[in-house]
């Protein structure tokens, strides 16, 4: 990191190559359409910033940090919903279970029907669930990330679960 | 207990962080109530569905997209100096008492290093290619490029060329001394982005994949970045002064590594993969660590 702050391009070079698919892993299951952004966002900020990286985390876990920190900004730009956790009524996602298309029950398309459900989740349900269920981290790593505690992280995933669960009931009969 | 709380402790259970007590009341729970039942098979079905979310592909020329965005936006990215690939390393020298005849000696030495560094310097300067999307390699056998062609001997492989070898015998491509693949019959890889460092003349191959069979690679480059990058379609690999094999059949890789250690990317995890260990990877994102690898030099 010493190396990018001193505007070495083979040291950027070689940290693109290294952290784009786990961003763009990220990004994408965050908001698929501007996934490629997102990335690219998180890349220039990570450059213009690298003299601050302290070395005291993960140069994954800062990335991440960078990563959300653009995902949520760009969907607060955007005007798409930003609702908190206690602000949708969890009655609504299942309801949402029956507009499921039949189609994609009969295809089994439980991937897209995932994605699709994702999306409609507050973004840092959204968030904590990427990070946990998709990318793996702990909640240790989740809490630093998105700074809240763990029993925060622990909650956002319940709940995430239990609304994604709802919307993908029809397929898991 | 209510339903609300059998569902917590389920979700406990999946992370491994639910108490003995804990899951005899879950389970007493689950035997007695018939309401949610149902949704706590639906929970496991629900959990088994995430263990299969595929990786996202990255699209193609991405990376070459952020570094052109950052040089628009961040400023220009410098280039660094020149390194030195013949740095020597740091080394305490005892204090010596020197004699006329210990320093004409030495002095000897040093000439005598002196003129290896020249020839060597020399050697390499003109073997390397500066830059450009091609590096040059010894194919000892012959390989079978994608348009029917043979390569084999001192050629140059591009980037975007796919190779199969279709004879019987294993076929060795030398890029350097140092890095070499072993490319076993019935196999064929792909190798999607290889260029030489024009400043230090060190070859990257940021981009190979293993379609089918089986490759084995000797990397002993490494100095500041993994000179290659091996994937297939279930996990990237990237290795550290290494010695490693990677076997791609459907629905399955597997990696033994038998020198230095390689670094695993899956979806949903990164891990390293050491000497002596192998690991199989399924397509259902099923990680299984093999018996200790055999020692085995392409």
């Known amino acids: ?173 | 207990m209510d339903c609300s709380e059998a569902q917590e402790l389920l979700y406990l259970s999946f992370e491994g962080q639910i108490t003995p007590s804990q899951q005899v009341a879950l389970n007493a729970h689950r035997r007695t109530c018939f309401a949610c039942s149902t949704k706590l098979q639906q929970s496991e079905k629900f959990q088994a569905l995430l263990r299969k979310v595929p990786q996202v592909t990255v699209p193609r020329g991405l990376e070459e997209r952020i570094l052109a965005h950052v040089a628009a936006h961040g400023g220009v990215l410098t280039t660094p100096r020149p390194k030195n690939v013949f740095a020597f390393p740091k080394i305490a020298f005892p204090r010596l008492q020197l004699t006329p005849g210990g320093v004409l000696a030495m002095g000897g030495v040093l000439a005598a290093a002196v003129a290896i560094f020249f020839i060597a310097n020399n050697l390499i300067s003109t073997t390397l290619t500066p830059g450009g999307s091609a590096v040059s390699a010894m194919v000892q056998g012959s390989l079978q490029t994608a348009s029917g062609g043979v390569l084999s001997g001192q050629i140059p492989i591009r980037s975007g060329e796919t190779v199969r070898n279709v004879g019987k015998a294993s076929v060795v491509v030398a890029f350097s001394p140092n890095m070499l693949l072993r490319v076993d019959p019935a196999t064929q890889l792909h190798f999607a982005k290889v260029y030489t460092d024009r400043y230090t003349g060190q070859i990257y191959i940021s981009d190979m994949h293993i379609d089918r069979g089986t490759v084995a690679v000797r990397e002993h480059l490494h100095r500041d970045a993994s000179p290659i990058h091996v994937a297939t379609t279930l996990a990237t690999f990237v290795p550290t002064g290494t010695i490693f094999t990677v076997t791609q059949t459907k629905g399955l890789t597997h990696l033994s590594v038998s020198q230095g250690r390689v670094a695993v990317y899956l979806t949903r995890k990164m891990f390293e993969v050491r000497a002596g260990r192998g690991v199989k990877l399924v397509a259902n994102g099923g990680v299984l660590w093999d018996k200790v690898a055999k020692k085995r030099k392409p």
């Open chain 1, 1 to 173: 990191m010493k190396r990018v702050a001193g505007g070495d391009g083979d040291a950027f070079a070689e940290l693109v190559k290294r952290y784009t698919r786990m961003l763009y892993n990220v990004a994408y299951r965050y908001d698929a359409n501007s996934a490629e952004d997102l990335v690219q966002e998180t890349f220039l900020r990570a450059y213009q910033h690298a003299d601050t990286f302290s070395g005291r985390s993960k140069v994954s876990s800062w990335l991440y940090r960078i990563c959300v920190n653009v995902c949520l900004t760009a969907q607060g730009k955007s005007g798409a919903p930003m609702a908190d956790i206690d602000e949708i009524n969890e009655r609504e996602l299942e309801a949402k279970s029956e507009e499921l298309p039949e189609k994609a029950v009969e295809r089994g398309e439980a991937f897209k029907a995932l994605e699709d459900g994702l999306h409609s989740l507050p973004s840092q349900q959204r968030m904590v669930f990427i990070l946990r269920e998709l990318q793996g981290l702990s909640y240790g790593e989740i809490s630093d990330i998105l700074g809240i505690n763990e029993q925060a992280a622990r909650t956002n995933l319940h709940r995430a679960k239990r609304r994604l669960q709802a919307w993908l009931s029809p397929l898991l009969v």
